[in-house]
Structure formats: structure tokens, C-alpha cells
């Protein structure tokens, strides 16, 4: 059973970066294909940020996300990485990571942005920023 723990998260002010960084435990992200973030603000529904899939290096990014945003992954450390930049303080909410179960590839390159390709859900970490 894959675990994944977020960090990285806190408060900042607009125009700062933070790297958020997902580490799975309680196995690796061997055989895992796509990995994504979502993040979801007080009285909003979750949104999709960007993912990665690994099968191809295939990346997606929402539109609020790109140019200022890259997802990265490092399997020798079984984490995966969000960094963003030029934070706004629309971009506060809690962000989490997600993975698809080992093994299943996501052939269209949008369904990596649709929550339900994924099985396992960390348990957020929350980005403030501050105006």
C-alpha cells in the first residue's frame, strides 16, 4: 500500500516559490506512471494543478499553473516535486499529491487531470500566501 506524505507547504508572501515535495512510503513509485497535484481552497472544489506522466515524460499543467509551475520526480528518493513560482494570493490552499495505481497507464494526456485517474491521495499541505 502506497502512502504519500506532503511538506513543503507554509506561509509566504506573493511572489515567493515553494517547492512542495511528496515522498511515498510504505512502498515505492515503482511501477506508479502518473503522478499529480491538486490543491483545494476554503469553499472551493479541488482542482488540478499539473502531473507527470512517467511512461513518456509527459507533463500537464492547468492554465493558472503554467509557466510558473514544474512537476518533477526523483525515483531514487520515491518523491515527487511541485515547484511554483511568482506565488499569488490565489494560490493558497491545501496541496495534495496523488498517484495511479502501479501499473495502470494513462493513455489520454487529459485524463491525467481528472481526479479519478488517481488511487492514492496524500494528506495535503497547506500553501498561504500572504498579499
Known amino acids: 500500500q502506497v502512502q504519500l506524505v506532503e511538506s513543503g507547504g507554509g506561509l509566504v508572501q506573493a511572489g515567493a516559490s515553494l517547492r512542495l515535495s511528496c515522498e511515498a512510503s510504505g512502498g515505492t513509485l515503482t511501477g506508479i506512471d502518473a503522478m499529480g497535484w491538486f490543491r483545494q481552497a476554503p469553499g472551493k472544489a479541488r482542482e488540478f494543478v499539473a502531473a507527470?506522466?512517467?511512461?513518456?515524460?509527459?507533463?500537464l499543467y492547468s492554465e493558472s499553473a503554467k509557466g510558473r509551475t514544474t512537476i518533477s520526480r526523483d525515483n531514487a528518493k520515491n518523491t515527487v516535486f511541485l515547484q511554483i513560482n511568482t506565488l499569488k494570493p490565489e494560490d493558497t490552499a491545501v496541496y495534495y499529491c496523488a498517484a495511479t495505481r502501479p501499473y495502470r497507464i494513462i493513455v489520454r494526456v487529459e485524463d491525467l487531470a481528472d481526479a479519478d485517474s488517481y488511487t492514492y491521495w496524500g494528506q495535503g499541505t497547506q500553501v498561504t500566501v500572504s498579499s
Open positions: 507527470l506522466r512517467w511512461t513518456d515524460k509527459n507533463t
